[in-house]
Every structure is written in C-alpha cells, then in structure tokens.
C-alpha cells in the first residue's frame, strides 16, 4: 500500500499566462520538496493541469500537501486527489508507466473535490481507499477526511501573510525572524497565527509527523 497523490491547478482556464503560472507552480513544489522531502515520488507534471506524486505513508502525503497549499503564490491553487493503495509499473511498447489501485483511488477522490466545491469552495483535498485496504484504514481514511474538510476552510480564509507565517512556524522559524520579515512587530506575529487558525494547524501537522515515528 501506497499513496498516490493527483494534483490539478484550480482555474487554470482563467490564467492569464499559462506558462509562467506552470513556472511558478514547479518552483513552489521544488522548494517545498527541498525543505521537506517527504515524497517517494515528488508532484510532477504529467499531462494537460495535473500534476502525480507517490508518497509511503498518508500521514507523509497530508503534511506535504498542507507545506505545499501554504507555499503557492497568491492567486494559484492546486486541488488534491489522494488515494491509498497499490503503485505498480507497467511495460508498454512506449516505456514503463505507472498503474494501480492507487491511482484509481486518487482519480475517484480528485472528482470528489470536484463535485463537492459546490456547496464548499474551500475544499481542496480528498482521500479515497482501494477496496483492498485492511478493516483499519476505512476509519483512518474517514478521520483524516474530516480533518481535511475543516483544514482546508481554515486555509482558505487565511491572508496570503497568514499562510507565509503559519509556513514559518512550520519550518521552526521564530516569531521574531517572521516580524522582520514582513516588517511587523512580533506581538502582531502572534495575534495573527492566534487569529488565523494557524495554531491548529501547526498543531495538528505536529501530530502527523509524529503519528508512526
């Protein structure tokens, strides 16, 4: 079992210039991957706005992608698919291609967020389970989506200085460096992660990384 991850860019139809927003979405993931390489197969580009990446545990893929959606630059998103289950290669007459349970998984979730934008703009990720799973992951995977639902609206009413500051935090920078920073003064620093939401989420992605450690 494995996590396979799709990514696709939220209104790439309205970009004004495709290929810089391509640009800057490859650099986002090359530096969040760079400080937090926790990826078995980073988010590349495959076809068309998606991009694919495999990671070993869900817990790896949650804290990553939450690493990633803090890093975009304003006005560019990606939704995530996320499917747990099989990767395997597969030989054709045009090269190896990756195949499996997973992906499927990670197809089903990516239409999931989909269809419920509709009635929650905020949603950005979903977990769906190949049916080979074992009786545990059904309630982890149901757990961890409720999670991303209430992660995932927290994010998306945050500033883009809100989510710079809950980034620092998250890569251990001190309140005083983020001040400085964004040329502010520390007690604001702490108002704004207080405020934000940002607390949680530093907390909740402090106990993914030490779930299984």
Avoid: C
Avoid at 71 to 95: K, M, Q, W
Avoid at 130 to 142: F, G, N, S
């Amino acid at each position: 079992m494995v996590i396979a991850v799709i990514a696709d860019i939220v209104g790439s139809r309205r970009l004004e210039d495709r290929a810089a927003a391509q640009r800057a979405f490859d650099e986002t993931i090359a530096r969040a991957e760079e400080r937090h390489p926790l990826a078995v197969q980073p988010l590349r580009p495959t076809f068309g706005d998606e991009q694919q990446g495999v990671y070993a545990r869900l817990e790896d893929a949650m804290v990553s992608l939450l690493v990633l959606q803090l890093s975009l630059p304003e006005g560019l998103e990606f939704r995530f698919g996320i499917g747990v289950g099989e990767v395997r290669p597969l030989a054709t007459a045009h090269g190896e291609l990756s195949d499996g349970t997973g992906w499927y998984a990670a197809r089903e979730a990516i239409e999931t967020v989909h269809e419920r934008q509709r009635g929650m703009p905020g949603i950005r990720s979903w977990i769906v389970g190949a049916r080979e799973q074992d009786e545990v992951m059904p309630e982890t995977i149901a757990a961890s989506n409720a999670y991303l639902l209430l992660r995932d609206q927290t994010i998306a009413q945050m500033s883009a200085r809100d989510r710079r500051l809950t980034l620092g935090r998250l890569e251990d920078r001190s309140q005083r460096m983020l001040a400085e920073q964004e040329g502010i003064t520390q007690p604001s620093v702490s108002k704004a992660l207080r405020n934000s939401g940002a607390n949680a989420l530093l907390a909740g992605a402090d106990l993914l990384r030490r779930s299984g450690s």
